[in-house]
């Protein structure tokens, strides 16, 4: 059986509060998750208390951010380098769209971000919108997100999923892993994740329900 990433992306919800009764809800939900991998990305507010959260009560989940910045330690008022988020996120998401389209970040930006995420030790879980999206040096995990199936109901094909996860291991040599995002339910995810070349999903809205992300783990 083939390793599986099953990545939650809270985006901008939750209060801390909120993240640990989430957690709390899950315990039942990790009974038996054999070669899967459970990867939680909630806003950097919470990521130190979830990653506490997750060591005291030996949970079977990794802790992700959802990005870090282009910028070193330092006179960045407001922001959260790698090497922060790193004493407690071993992963993060980097080029999301919607930080793509909401904040203007383009291929140049990205890379620094993923040179820094990688000089900190945090594994990039690179977004890309469609095959022809350039991935940077040394990125091991990538995320298909389709923009027109992201929070609609409205997933791509499995079949199209495969045909992008294929061309994006053929043009970059280095990636390892290609996830699919963008309205993953518990109802769809097994058609994507017994794709040969999809190793798991990116998942939004439907990660935010415990009961729903317990699901989605069982069902794939
Ligand atoms: P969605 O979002 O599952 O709500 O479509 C996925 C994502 O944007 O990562």
Known sequence: MKDLYIVANWKANKTTTEALEWLAGMSSGLADISSKKIIVCS????VATVSEFVKSNNLPIEVGAQDVSAFPLGAYTGEVPAALAAK?????????SERR???GENDEVLQTKVKNAQGARIEPIFCIQNENTPVPA??????YEPIEAIGTGNPDTPEDA????????????QV???LYG???TSE????FTKMDNISGVLVGGASLDPEEFSSIIKQC
Do not use: D, M, T
């Not at 040394?138 to 995320?143: F, K, L, Q, T």
């Open 138 to 143: 040394g990125v091991r995990i990538v995320a």
């Open 88 to 96: 407690h996120a071993r992963y993060s998401i980097i080029g999301h």
């Open 162 to 173: 495969e045909r992008v996860a294929r061309a994006v291991k053929e043009k970059n040599g």
């Open 101 to 103: 389209q909401n904040l």
């Open 188 to 191: 769809n995810v097994s058609s």
């Open 43 to 46: 806003p950097f507010i919470s």
């Open 182 to 184: 963008g309205s993953v």
């Open 176 to 178: 390892e892993h290609v």
